[in-house]
């Protein structure tokens, strides 16, 4: 794993990542319903608005950078159960994420599925503007605790 420096971002994404995030629950409702194992109950919207939130600052920070691909933020007719990377580099895939204020998590049968991303990258605001950045590669997580909510996933404690 490594930190990166902090990125700043411009504060209207927070709205914009809100709209998006709306739009994108909106458009994946038959993945995610009720009862089924992708259920995301009444955490959908602001799951949806931080995934979107922390896309938007990678872009931010990959600008000017170099060739980086990102997947659209918005699938007008959906991707189904293909999970596409966030963002390929190189020729390595990244699965950008949301990084939590005490750990950092995968879900176990993402990262054990067929579509294994080369690197996790989380990003973790800290404010409207600002947040951290840590890249882990993916073999990495399989040495993380094994926990279980509403699925298994695997978690690492944030290390500030």
């Not at 089924?36 to 920070?61: H, M, N, Q, W």
């Not at 980086?68 to 189904?80: A, I, K, N, Q, S």
């Given at each position: ?135 882990f590669k993916s ?22």
């Amino acid at each position: 794993m490594w930190k990166r420096e902090n990125i700043t971002f411009p504060s209207k994404y927070n709205e914009v990542a809100n709209l998006i995030g709306e739009a994108r629950s909106k458009l994946s409702s038959d993945i995610y319903q009720d009862e089924s194992e992708r259920d995301r109950g009444d955490r959908e919207g602001e799951t949806s608005f931080k995934g979107v939130l922390c896309e938007l600052i990678a872009r931010e920070y990959t600008k000017g950078k170099g060739n980086f691909f990102f997947t659209p933020l918005v699938e007008v007719l959906g991707v189904g159960d293909v999970a596409l990377p966030d963002m390929m580099y190189k020729g390595k895939t990244y699965d950008i994420k949301f990084g939590g204020d005490k750990y950092f998590t995968v879900n176990h049968k993402s990262h054990n599925g067929k579509k294994r991303p080369d690197y996790y990258w989380f990003i973790r605001p800290i404010s409207e503007t600002e947040a951290e950045s840590y890249i882990f590669k993916s073999e990495e997580v399989d040495k993380w605790e094994l926990a279980k909510a509403y699925s298994s996933y695997y978690r690492h404690e944030v290390h500030r």
